[in-house]
T-cell receptor
Framework: GAVVSQHPSRVICKSGTSVKIECRSL??????MFWYRQFPKQSLMLMAT?????????EQGVEKDKFLINHASLTLSTLTVTSAHPEDSSFYIC????????????FGEGSRLTVL | AQSVSQHNHHVILSEAASLELGCNYSYGGTVNLFWYVQYPGQHLQLLLKYFSGDPLVKGIKGFEAEFIKSKFSFNLRKPSVQWSDTAEYFC?????????????FGKGTTLSVSS
C-alpha cells in the first residue's frame, strides 16, 4: 500500500513554544490529508481536513489559530501547534488519500507531543 | 451525522479462544468499512476493508469481518486468537464513492489475550 511518513515521531517542548509536525506521502500524490488526535486509551478524533492549495477545514471545537495546518504541495502537509500547553500533549496522526473513489486512507506513524 | 459504535470496550480471552468484536455504524448512505489494529506503541495498521461485493471480507493475520447491511454492522472475527493479537481494535467508516472523505472511528476495543 501507499506510504505516509510523519516527522518527528516524538517531540518534547516547553510550554509556550510552537511545534511543527510534518506529514509526507512518499509514493503517491495526496490530494487530501487528514489530521487526527488520539488521547491515551481513546479513539482517533478528526481535527481537520486539508486539500492541497486551499485552507483546511476544521472540525467543531478545534481551534484553527492554535492548530495551523498547511498543505502546500501534493506530498506534504504540516501541523503546527502554536503556543503549546500541557493539555495539547497528545498523539497526532495524519492520513492521506490519493483521491481515489474507493476512499481508502493511509496513515502515518503518528507523532507523540509532550508539552512540559 | 455519521457515527460508529463498538460495543465491547475491553475483551479478555485465553489463547485459542474465538473472537468477535461488534461494530455498528450510522450513516445515511453507502459506506466503506474498515477495521484497524493498533499494537502497543505502534501506529495504526489496516486489518481489512469492505467497499463492495462479497460481504464476508478476509484480512490479514486470520481476521475476517462480515458486513450485514440490514443490521448496519461490520463485526470482526477470528476463530482462534493468539497472545500476539493483544492490541486495540478500531472500526471505521467513510462515505463510499466520495474521494477524499475522512474516516470516522469507533472508540476502540482493547483485546487482551492471555497465554
Amino acid at each position: 500500500g501507499a506510504v505516509v511518513s510523519q516527522h518527528p515521531s516524538r517531540v518534547i517542548c516547553k510550554s509556550g513554544t510552537s511545534v511543527k509536525i510534518e506529514c509526507r506521502s512518499l509514493d503517491f500524490q495526496a490530494t487530501t490529508m487528514f489530521w487526527y488526535r488520539q488521547f491515551p486509551k481513546q479513539s482517533l478524533m478528526l481535527m481537520a481536513t486539508s486539500n492541497e492549495g486551499s485552507k483546511a477545514t476544521y472540525e467543531q471545537g478545534v481551534e484553527k489559530d492554535k492548530f495551523l495546518i498547511n498543505h502546500a504541495s501534493l506530498t506534504l502537509s504540516t501541523l503546527t501547534v502554536t503556543s503549546a500547553h500541557p493539555e495539547d500533549s497528545s498523539f497526532y496522526i495524519c492520513s492521506a488519500t490519493g483521491g481515489r473513489v474507493t476512499g481508502e486512507l493511509f496513515f502515518g506513524e503518528g507523532s507523540r507531543l509532550t508539552v512540559l | 451525522a455519521q457515527s460508529v459504535s463498538q460495543h465491547n470496550h475491553h475483551v479478555i480471552l485465553s489463547e485459542a479462544a474465538s473472537l468477535e468484536l461488534g461494530c455498528n455504524y450510522s450513516y445515511g448512505g453507502t459506506v466503506n468499512l474498515f477495521w484497524y489494529v493498533q499494537y502497543p506503541g505502534q501506529h495504526l495498521q489496516l486489518l481489512l476493508k469492505y467497499f463492495s461485493g462479497d460481504p464476508l471480507v478476509k484480512g490479514i493475520k486470520g481476521f475476517e469481518a462480515e458486513f450485514i447491511k440490514s443490521k448496519f454492522s461490520f463485526n470482526l472475527r477470528k476463530p482462534s486468537v493468539q497472545w500476539s493479537d493483544t492490541a486495540e481494535y478500531f472500526c471505521a467508516v467513510n462515505a463510499f464513492g466520495q474521494a477524499g472523505t475522512a474516516l470516522i472511528f469507533g472508540k476502540g476495543t482493547t483485546l487482551s489475550v492471555s497465554s
